[in-house]
Protein backbone atom coordinates (compact mmCIF):
# COMPACT_ATOMS: atom_id res chain seq x y z
CA UNK A 1 0.00 0.00 0.00
CA UNK A 2 1.26 3.59 -1.20
CA UNK A 3 1.37 6.34 1.47
CA UNK A 4 -1.85 8.37 1.44
CA UNK A 5 -0.90 11.08 -1.29
CA UNK A 6 -2.63 14.38 -2.27
CA UNK A 7 -5.76 14.54 -4.45
CA UNK A 8 -6.30 18.01 -5.41
CA UNK A 9 -9.79 17.37 -7.43
CA UNK A 10 -10.75 16.44 -4.21
CA UNK A 11 -9.51 19.25 -2.44
CA UNK A 12 -11.48 21.88 -5.20
CA UNK A 13 -14.35 20.25 -4.92
CA UNK A 14 -14.63 20.82 -1.29
CA UNK A 15 -13.26 24.19 -1.90
CA UNK A 16 -16.68 24.76 -4.18
CA UNK A 17 -18.72 23.20 -2.15
CA UNK A 18 -17.77 25.11 0.93
CA UNK A 19 -18.21 28.34 -0.75
CA UNK A 20 -21.75 27.43 -2.10
CA UNK A 21 -22.45 25.90 2.02
CA UNK A 22 -24.07 29.00 4.35
CA UNK A 23 -22.13 29.78 7.40
CA UNK A 24 -22.90 27.18 9.70
CA UNK A 25 -24.19 29.24 13.55
CA UNK A 26 -20.83 29.93 15.62
CA UNK A 27 -20.24 27.25 17.93
CA UNK A 28 -18.16 27.19 21.83
CA UNK A 29 -16.11 24.71 20.18
CA UNK A 30 -15.46 25.05 16.67
CA UNK A 31 -14.55 21.86 14.72
CA UNK A 32 -11.16 21.01 13.89
CA UNK A 33 -10.54 20.81 10.12
CA UNK A 34 -8.05 19.01 8.14
CA UNK A 35 -6.67 19.52 4.56
CA UNK A 36 -7.64 17.61 2.16
CA UNK A 37 -4.48 17.12 0.95
CA UNK A 38 -2.65 16.24 4.23
CA UNK A 39 -4.33 12.70 5.23
CA UNK A 40 -3.58 11.74 8.29
CA UNK A 41 -3.12 7.06 9.25
CA UNK A 42 -6.40 5.35 8.64
CA UNK A 43 -8.42 5.69 11.55
CA UNK A 44 -8.61 2.05 13.35
CA UNK A 45 -12.46 3.36 15.06
CA UNK A 46 -15.31 5.14 13.89
CA UNK A 47 -14.45 9.22 13.00
CA UNK A 48 -14.92 11.37 16.53
CA UNK A 49 -16.30 14.83 15.61
CA UNK A 50 -18.10 17.90 17.78
CA UNK A 51 -21.50 18.08 16.60
CA UNK A 52 -22.33 20.83 14.25
CA UNK A 53 -25.42 23.01 14.03
CA UNK A 54 -25.19 22.89 10.28
CA UNK A 55 -25.10 19.01 10.14
CA UNK A 56 -25.18 18.28 6.56
CA UNK A 57 -22.26 20.07 5.61
CA UNK A 58 -19.41 18.43 4.24
CA UNK A 59 -17.21 17.23 6.43
CA UNK A 60 -13.73 17.23 5.25
CA UNK A 61 -12.96 15.04 8.52
CA UNK A 62 -14.86 12.58 7.04
CA UNK A 63 -13.51 12.89 3.71
CA UNK A 64 -10.36 12.34 4.88
CA UNK A 65 -11.42 9.59 6.37
CA UNK A 66 -13.07 7.84 3.48
CA UNK A 67 -9.56 8.80 1.62
CA UNK A 68 -7.54 7.18 4.31
CA UNK A 69 -9.90 4.59 4.28
CA UNK A 70 -9.41 3.86 0.68
CA UNK A 71 -5.53 4.27 0.67
CA UNK A 72 -5.39 1.69 3.67
CA UNK A 73 -7.42 -0.73 0.86
CA UNK A 74 -5.34 0.35 -1.99
CA UNK A 75 -5.48 -2.71 -4.71
CA UNK A 76 -2.51 -3.82 -5.49
CA UNK A 77 -0.69 -3.06 -8.75
CA UNK A 78 -1.15 -0.25 -11.08
CA UNK A 79 -5.41 0.72 -10.19
CA UNK A 80 -7.56 3.84 -9.66
CA UNK A 81 -5.83 5.23 -6.71
CA UNK A 82 -2.73 5.30 -8.65
CA UNK A 83 -4.86 7.14 -11.72
CA UNK A 84 -6.16 9.78 -9.64
CA UNK A 85 -2.71 10.61 -7.70
CA UNK A 86 -1.10 10.68 -11.05
CA UNK A 87 -4.39 13.11 -12.40
CA UNK A 88 -4.38 15.03 -9.47
CA UNK A 89 -0.36 15.89 -10.46
CA UNK A 90 -0.80 16.25 -13.87
CA UNK A 91 -4.37 18.77 -12.73
CA UNK A 92 -1.30 20.71 -10.94
CA UNK A 93 1.32 20.87 -14.02
CA UNK A 94 -1.02 21.98 -16.67
CA UNK A 95 -3.24 24.10 -15.00
CA UNK A 96 -6.28 25.48 -15.97
CA UNK A 97 -5.55 26.14 -19.59
CA UNK A 98 -5.66 22.32 -20.70
CA UNK A 99 -9.19 20.69 -21.27
CA UNK A 100 -10.40 18.13 -18.91
CA UNK A 101 -10.82 15.38 -21.67
CA UNK A 102 -6.62 16.17 -22.48
CA UNK A 103 -5.76 16.18 -18.87
CA UNK A 104 -7.51 12.35 -18.23
CA UNK A 105 -6.41 11.30 -21.79
CA UNK A 106 -2.35 12.46 -21.07
CA UNK A 107 -2.47 10.95 -17.25
CA UNK A 108 -3.89 7.96 -18.85
CA UNK A 109 -1.33 7.71 -22.19
CA UNK A 110 1.81 8.63 -19.90
CA UNK A 111 1.34 6.60 -17.19
CA UNK A 112 -1.45 3.48 -17.53
CA UNK A 113 -1.22 3.16 -21.07
CA UNK A 114 0.61 0.32 -21.03
CA UNK A 115 -0.01 -1.24 -17.44
CA UNK A 116 -3.38 -0.20 -16.74
CA UNK A 117 -6.34 -0.69 -19.29
CA UNK A 118 -9.13 1.33 -19.08
CA UNK A 119 -11.51 -1.64 -18.33
CA UNK A 120 -9.88 -2.50 -15.13
CA UNK A 121 -8.98 1.32 -14.15
CA UNK A 122 -12.81 1.27 -14.05
CA UNK A 123 -13.03 -1.77 -12.67
CA UNK A 124 -10.86 -0.94 -9.68
CA UNK A 125 -12.49 2.55 -9.32
CA UNK A 126 -16.09 -0.12 -8.46
CA UNK A 127 -14.04 -1.75 -6.37
CA UNK A 128 -13.45 1.24 -4.42
CA UNK A 129 -16.89 1.91 -4.51
CA UNK A 130 -17.86 -1.74 -3.24
CA UNK A 131 -15.56 -1.59 -0.29
CA UNK A 132 -16.88 2.20 0.65
CA UNK A 133 -20.66 0.48 0.70
CA UNK A 134 -19.16 -2.16 2.98
CA UNK A 135 -17.59 0.28 5.28
CA UNK A 136 -20.51 2.00 5.32
CA UNK A 137 -22.47 -0.99 6.45
CA UNK A 138 -19.94 -1.36 9.10
CA UNK A 139 -20.33 2.24 10.23
CA UNK A 140 -23.76 1.79 10.29
CA UNK A 141 -23.31 -0.82 12.52
CA UNK A 142 -21.44 1.51 15.21
CA UNK A 143 -23.56 4.09 15.09
CA UNK A 144 -26.56 1.69 16.05
CA UNK A 145 -24.14 -0.07 18.73
CA UNK A 146 -23.69 3.67 20.26
CA UNK A 147 -27.06 4.20 19.86
CA UNK A 148 -28.61 1.16 22.53
CA UNK A 149 -25.23 2.09 24.46
CA UNK A 150 -25.82 5.36 25.26
CA UNK A 151 -29.29 5.88 24.33
CA UNK A 152 -30.96 2.70 25.38
CA UNK A 153 -29.67 1.81 28.52
CA UNK A 154 -30.97 4.98 29.16
CA UNK A 155 -34.62 4.31 28.37
CA UNK A 156 -34.61 1.03 30.22
CA UNK A 157 -33.46 2.77 33.05
CA UNK A 158 -35.91 5.97 32.76
CA UNK A 159 -38.86 3.05 32.80
CA UNK A 160 -37.76 1.10 36.16
CA UNK A 161 -37.28 4.63 37.52
CA UNK A 162 -40.69 5.49 36.30
CA UNK A 163 -42.22 1.89 37.97
CA UNK A 164 -39.70 2.94 41.02
CA UNK A 165 -41.58 6.32 41.74
CA UNK A 166 -45.29 4.76 41.01
CA UNK A 167 -44.42 2.46 43.57
CA UNK A 168 -43.36 5.14 45.99
CA UNK A 169 -46.84 7.36 45.26
CA UNK A 170 -48.27 4.29 46.38
CA UNK A 171 -46.53 4.12 49.43
CA UNK A 172 -47.02 7.68 50.66
CA UNK A 173 -50.55 7.56 50.55
CA UNK A 174 -50.46 4.03 52.42
CA UNK A 175 -47.81 4.78 54.97
CA UNK A 176 -47.72 8.11 56.26
CA UNK A 177 -44.84 7.45 59.07
CA UNK A 178 -42.50 7.04 56.02
CA UNK A 179 -43.37 9.68 53.75
CA UNK A 180 -40.35 11.83 54.24
CA UNK A 181 -38.07 8.65 53.78
CA UNK A 182 -40.43 8.02 50.02
CA UNK A 183 -40.11 11.86 49.19
CA UNK A 184 -36.44 11.63 49.19
CA UNK A 185 -36.38 8.81 46.83
CA UNK A 186 -38.81 10.20 44.64
CA UNK A 187 -37.18 13.24 44.42
CA UNK A 188 -33.90 11.87 43.51
CA UNK A 189 -35.37 9.54 41.68
CA UNK A 190 -36.61 13.13 38.95
CA UNK A 191 -33.29 14.37 39.27
CA UNK A 192 -31.30 11.47 38.10
CA UNK A 193 -34.44 11.02 35.23
CA UNK A 194 -33.31 14.52 34.23
CA UNK A 195 -30.39 13.80 33.77
CA UNK A 196 -30.79 10.99 32.19
CA UNK A 197 -33.12 13.33 29.26
CA UNK A 198 -30.19 15.69 29.02
CA UNK A 199 -27.78 12.39 27.92
CA UNK A 200 -30.23 11.23 25.77
CA UNK A 201 -30.53 14.22 23.74
CA UNK A 202 -26.67 15.09 23.92
CA UNK A 203 -26.25 11.58 22.31
CA UNK A 204 -28.95 11.21 19.88
CA UNK A 205 -28.07 14.52 18.17
CA UNK A 206 -23.87 13.81 18.14
CA UNK A 207 -24.89 10.25 17.02
CA UNK A 208 -27.85 11.80 14.10
CA UNK A 209 -24.28 14.24 13.34
CA UNK A 210 -22.32 11.91 12.64
CA UNK A 211 -24.66 9.57 10.73
CA UNK A 212 -25.33 12.97 8.62
CA UNK A 213 -21.82 14.43 8.44
CA UNK A 214 -20.34 10.81 7.33
CA UNK A 215 -23.24 10.26 4.62
CA UNK A 216 -22.74 13.50 3.51
CA UNK A 217 -19.16 12.85 2.89
CA UNK A 218 -19.90 9.18 1.45
CA UNK A 219 -22.11 10.36 -1.01
CA UNK A 220 -19.87 13.27 -2.14
CA UNK A 221 -16.65 11.24 -2.63
CA UNK A 222 -18.77 7.90 -4.10
CA UNK A 223 -20.03 10.83 -7.05
CA UNK A 224 -17.05 11.75 -7.46
CA UNK A 225 -15.76 8.56 -8.05
CA UNK A 226 -18.51 7.82 -10.25
CA UNK A 227 -18.23 11.21 -12.11
CA UNK A 228 -14.51 9.86 -12.67
CA UNK A 229 -15.69 6.84 -14.12
CA UNK A 230 -18.17 8.43 -16.17
CA UNK A 231 -15.12 10.54 -17.90
CA UNK A 232 -12.92 8.11 -17.91
CA UNK A 233 -15.18 6.10 -20.10
CA UNK A 234 -15.88 9.21 -22.43
CA UNK A 235 -12.42 10.72 -22.68
CA UNK A 236 -10.59 7.58 -22.93
CA UNK A 237 -12.92 5.31 -24.67
CA UNK A 238 -11.18 5.48 -27.84
CA UNK A 239 -7.25 4.80 -27.04
CA UNK A 240 -6.22 1.89 -27.92
Known amino acids: ?68 FMVKCNIPGP ?37 LPVAKLV ?13 KKEFD ?3 DAEHQKTIGSKIEENKKLTTANSDAEKKI ?14 DSNLDLMDQNEVTITTAAQTLETKKVKFETAFK ?6 TEDINKINTYLKDIQ
Open 1 to 68: MGDNGSFGWLKNALIKSAEETPTPVQQSQPIQTVSSRRMSAPAVSSPVISPSINDGELDDQYINHLMD
Open 79 to 115: DYLEFARSLDEMISEMGTDVSESKIYQMTYKVGYKQS
Open 123 to 135: DTANQYISLFNQH
Open 141 to 143: GYL
Open 173 to 186: KELEDQITKLKTSY
Open 220 to 225: FVVGKV
